[in-house]
T-cell receptor, first 114, second 109 residues
Framework: DAGVTQSPTHLIKTRGQQVTLRCSPKSGHDTVSWYQQALGQGPQFIFQYYEEEERQRGNFPDRFSGHQFPNYSSELNVNALLLGDSALYLC?????????????FGEGSRLTVL | EDKVVQSPLSLVVHEGDTVTLNCSYEVTNFRSLLWYKQEKKAPTFLFMLTSSGIEKKSGRLSSILDKKELFSILNITATQTGDSAIYLCTGGSNYKLTFGKGTLLTVNP
């Protein structure tokens, strides 16, 4: 049973560029949440997708956007990259929109912005 | 704004020591308190606590929640080098987890 998978694992971009990160949830899960983890910090909630719609959003600018596909996989897009966007981006999946029990996390995508 | 504060932020112990990690939280619409272990990248689930005063145990790890004082602790007894990791405390509300900064635990042989 595959867990949460994310791609790419590492990527390097320059300021002003755009990036797309991808996530496939654990089998049987229908909800995907994205978190940003800067160095030395805990993960911060970006947004949650359920039934192909953004349901909840954390304190992140509109440069951060996402999408969920009919197969429950999800993308995170970040436009006009800033140096401060350098972080580990974690995808977490669960079953049900209001489930705040155990989330299953992927290995993350390490983004470096130069 | 929801807030989770962990202490200490880092801790160095010797194998065999017992450690206690602390977590205080202020989370609107609080539903659960969770502990995760993060060794390299993906946080892995340790415990979920929803009721006060009921200790959860898994091997050498245990945790308890105090919903009146908005506080939780994670205990690790007889520490091993494999326990070296970042331990994340997080408060769950209706739809999201609010994480603390984590406690970096280093267990030396």
């Amino acid at each position: 049973d595959a867990g949460v998978t994310q791609s790419p694992t590492h990527l390097i971009k320059t300021r002003g560029q755009q990036v797309t990160l991808r996530c496939s949830p654990k089998s049987g899960h229908d909800t995907v949440s994205w978190y940003q983890q800067a160095l030395g910090q805990g993960p911060q909630f970006i947004f949650q997708y359920y039934e192909e719609e953004e349901r909840q959003r954390g304190n992140f600018p509109d440069r951060f956007s996402g999408h969920q596909f009919p197969n429950y996989s999800s993308e995170l897009n970040v436009n006009a990259l800033l140096l401060g966007d350098s972080a580990l981006y974690l995808c977490a999946s669960s079953f049900g929109q209001s489930n705040t029990g155990e989330l299953f996390f992927g290995e993350g995508s390490r983004l470096t912005v130069l | 704004e929801d807030k989770v504060v962990q202490s200490p932020l880092s801790l160095v112990v010797h194998e065999g020591d017992t450690v206690t990690l602390n977590c205080s939280y202020e989370v609107t619409n609080f539903r659960s308190l969770l502990w995760y272990k993060q060794e390299k990248k993906a946080p892995t689930f340790l415990f979920m606590l929803t009721s006060s005063g009921i200790e959860k145990k898994s091997g050498r790890l245990s945790s308890i929640l105090d919903k009146k004082e908005l506080f939780s602790i994670l205990n690790i007894t007889a520490t091993q080098t494999g326990d070296s990791a970042i331990y994340l405390c997080t408060g769950g509300s209706n739809y999201k987890l609010t994480f603390g900064k984590g406690t970096l635990l280093t267990v030396n042989p």
